[in-house]
């Protein structure tokens, strides 16, 4: 169980690192991600944006005859100034770093829809650090637990009283070896 813990732990940790980096990066370089996808509304293309400290999940779909290939994946990096600045979402809900617009026709294309999912990165960070910091108090309450029970005598696994057992070098109630204060 420890070892999951500590697994789950470090996980956690490289999670944060990833998405404070990705968090950084994102105000220099706009990265994406697109791809074919059939929606329910027929067809269309999904996008995944990360820009000036921003995750965009977008999705453009329309009908089966609005020209989308049915096929497409890409990537791409761009560090343009215009690039680097999000575009604004209209009529967008939401706040404390979580915005959505609901779907929105596109003017130039008939029947086609874009909608959009804005989370800021930095509200990502502590989430995912939060059960490295977690387990950081909790070793810390551990290790100043057992350094008082042998300030006073008591085994530092168990706390039972070890002042009046001599010079015995185990616990007798847990078998935890003593060590002298």
């Not at 609901?102 to 995912?128: E, H, M, Q």
């Not at 637990?145 to 616990?171: F, K, P, Q, V």
Request: proline fraction near 8%; charge should be positive.
């Amino acid at each position: 169980m420890r070892r999951l813990a500590k697994v789950i732990v470090l996980l956690s940790l490289l999670l944060c690192l990833v998405v404070a980096a990705t968090a950084l990066r994102s105000y220099w370089v706009m990265d994406y991600w697109m791809w074919a996808s059939h929606p329910p509304e027929g067809r269309g293309v999904d996008i995944i944006t990360t820009v000036h400290g921003a995750l965009e999940l977008a999705r453009l779909a329309g009908a089966q005859h609005d020209g989308f290939p049915p096929t497409t994946q890409m990537h791409g990096s761009s560090r343009t100034r215009d690039a680097l600045r999000p575009e604004p979402m209209p009529d967008a809900r939401g706040g404390y770093g979580i915005h959505w617009q609901r779907p929105t026709p596109v003017p130039f294309a008939g029947g086609t829809t874009y909608r959009r999912l804005r989370i800021s990165l930095w509200l990502v960070v502590p989430i995912f650090a939060l059960p490295s910091a977690l387990a950081a108090m909790l070793d810390a309450g551990r290790v100043h637990r057992r350094a008082r029970r042998r300030r006073n005598g008591l085994c530092a696994g168990c706390g039972y009283d070890l002042r009046g057992s001599g010079e015995s070098t185990r616990c007798p109630e847990c078998g935890a070896e003593v060590k002298p204060a």
